[in-house]
């Protein structure tokens, strides 16, 4: 596979942005076509649905813990914006409510009294899969609900068929605080894991998006259809979507139930290098993992890392581990900051060299 992969690579340009090719030597669009989509390296964002805390129920937060305050600090834009700049990796968080109405008070709206910064919280009366990154504290989201979440990038993608596939990384959140009075969040039973692929796809038809059966084929196992490059080509996932199941090992067991691989579900999983079932993995640590990524690259995973967290790097304007996350070859890079936050300095994460996406340094010799 990496054989294959690296005469492909030999004849597209570092600096060729693969979205939208120049025409030029080594980058025209049937060069770049034939490359397999784990040839690609994009930038994406963290939280990408994440609504700033208002400032007084962020003082309640800081008031129990500076630093958890500081590393919910950050905000993203409507998801089509941050596809517009360029994202083409986007994180969910979700978290089930069968019945509806679960999440529809939060305990900061009680904390904050008449104080509270209006925010509408019509979406959460429903039942359906909801948007958030904690009940009570952090519940402020650009889509509330999943589907109203897909819609948006399901109309994107239609507004632009050419783009590289997108990946959206799906967590699912749990448990909740030990306040008094405070929300817990459902575990997500065999029940809810069925209704993620279910509204994915109210949204998203077949031929809209890549999927582990897609890509398995034939082969015995999704591990080793991607080890033999079994991924599609650049021209054949154009304007489509792929979902990750970025989840811890538990819940992954969940999404599997008695599945062999990932017979009939719709994300790839996040799991270790020699399961049946690996064809995605998250790597969040650049520095620290940097060889593992390489290896899991060249072993025709697809990775996502993160160049920025909790917004430590913002603060100190910190490049290190962004230098780390490109360099290393992960194909999908995270960050809550693809534009400066002025309250923190100029520290931004940018896709080195421009464009939407280029070739990964780990798919050329």
């Given at each position: 596979?990496?054989?294959?992969?690296?005469?492909?690579?030999?004849?597209v340009a570092s600096t060729c942005d693969l979205e939208k090719p120049s025409g030029g030597p080594g980058c025209t669009r049937a060069q770049v076509d034939a490359l397999k989509i784990n040839a690609l390296q994009a930038i994406g964002t963290h939280n990408s649905y994440k609504m700033a805390i208002a400032p007084n129920e962020l003082s309640v937060i800081r008031a129990a813990s500076a630093k958890q305050a500081d590393a919910l600090d950050y905000s993203h834009p409507p998801l089509g914006l941050q596809l517009d700049a360029g994202a083409r990796q986007l994180e969910i968080d979700l978290a089930y409510d069968p019945t509806g109405g679960l999440y529809a008070e939060p305990l900061g709206k009680k904390m904050a009294g008449k104080a509270w910064t209006p925010?509408?919280?019509?979406?959460?009366?429903?039942?359906?899969?909801?948007?958030?990154?904690?009940?009570?504290?952090?519940?402020?989201?650009?889509?509330?609900?999943?589907?109203?979440?897909?819609?948006?990038?399901?109309?994107?993608?239609?507004?632009?068929?050419?783009?590289?596939?997108?990946?959206?990384?799906?967590?699912?959140?749990?448990?909740?605080?030990?306040?008094?009075?405070?929300?817990?969040?459902?575990?997500?039973?065999?029940?809810?894991?069925?209704?993620?692929?279910?509204?994915?796809?109210?949204?998203?038809?077949?031929?809209?998006?890549?999927?582990?059966?897609?890509?398995?084929?034939?082969?015995?196992?999704?591990?080793?259809?991607?080890?033999?490059?079994?991924?599609?080509?650049?021209?054949?996932?154009?304007?489509?979507?792929?979902?990750?199941?970025?989840?811890?090992?538990?819940?992954?067991?969940?999404?599997?139930?008695?599945?062999?691989?990932?017979?009939?579900?719709?994300?790839?999983?996040?799991?270790?290098?020699?399961?049946?079932?690996?064809?995605?993995?998250?790597?969040?640590?650049?520095?620290?993992?940097?060889?593992?990524?390489?290896?899991?690259?060249?072993?025709?995973?697809?990775?996502?890392?993160?160049?920025?967290?909790?917004?430590?790097?913002?603060?100190?304007?910190?490049?290190?581990?962004?230098?780390?996350?490109?360099?290393?070859?992960?194909?999908?890079?995270?960050?809550?900051?693809?534009?400066?936050?002025?309250?923190?300095?100029?520290?931004?994460?940018?896709?080195?060299?421009?464009?939407?996406?280029?070739?990964?340094?780990?798919?050329?010799?």
């Amino acid at each position: 596979m990496l054989a294959t992969l690296l005469a492909a690579a030999l004849a597209v340009a570092s600096t060729c942005d693969l979205e939208k090719p120049s025409g030029g030597p080594g980058c025209t669009r049937a060069q770049v076509d034939a490359l397999k989509i784990n040839a690609l390296q994009a930038i994406g964002t963290h939280n990408s649905y994440k609504m700033a805390i208002a400032p007084n129920e962020l003082s309640v937060i800081r008031a129990a813990s500076a630093k958890q305050a500081d590393a919910l600090d950050y905000s993203h834009p409507p998801l089509g914006l941050q596809l517009d700049a360029g994202a083409r990796q986007l994180e969910i968080d979700l978290a089930y409510d069968p019945t509806g109405g679960l999440y529809a008070e939060p305990l900061g709206k009680k904390m904050a009294g008449k104080a509270w910064t209006p925010h509408d919280l019509t979406p959460f009366k429903g039942p359906g899969l909801k948007v958030l990154h904690a009940p009570d504290v952090d519940y402020r989201s650009v889509c509330s609900l999943f589907t109203d979440c897909l819609k948006a990038i399901r109309a994107w993608s239609l507004a632009n068929p050419d783009h590289v596939p997108v990946i959206i990384l799906l967590n699912l959140k749990e448990g909740g605080l030990s306040w008094p009075g405070a929300v817990v969040a459902p575990l997500f039973d065999a029940q809810a894991m069925d209704a993620v692929d279910r509204e994915i796809r109210s949204v998203f038809p077949k031929n809209a998006s890549i999927t582990p059966d897609q890509v398995q084929g034939r082969h015995p196992t999704l591990r080793l259809a991607a080890a033999a490059g079994a991924w599609p080509t650049l021209k054949a996932a154009r304007g489509k979507v792929m979902f990750a199941l970025d989840a811890p090992a538990d819940q992954v067991a969940r999404y599997r139930g008695d599945r062999r691989v990932l017979e009939g579900r719709v994300a790839f999983v996040n799991i270790e290098e020699t399961s049946p079932a690996a064809g995605y993995i998250t790597l969040n640590e650049p520095v620290e993992q940097a060889g593992r990524i390489r290896a899991a690259v060249a072993a025709g995973l697809i990775v996502r890392t993160r160049a920025d967290a909790d917004t430590w790097e913002a603060r100190a304007n910190d490049r290190t581990r962004q230098d780390a996350a490109f360099a290393s070859g992960a194909q999908y890079v995270s960050t809550d900051y693809m534009a400066p936050d002025p309250r923190f300095g100029a520290y931004i994460a940018r896709l080195p060299g421009g464009g939407r996406a280029r070739l990964s340094p780990v798919a050329r010799p």
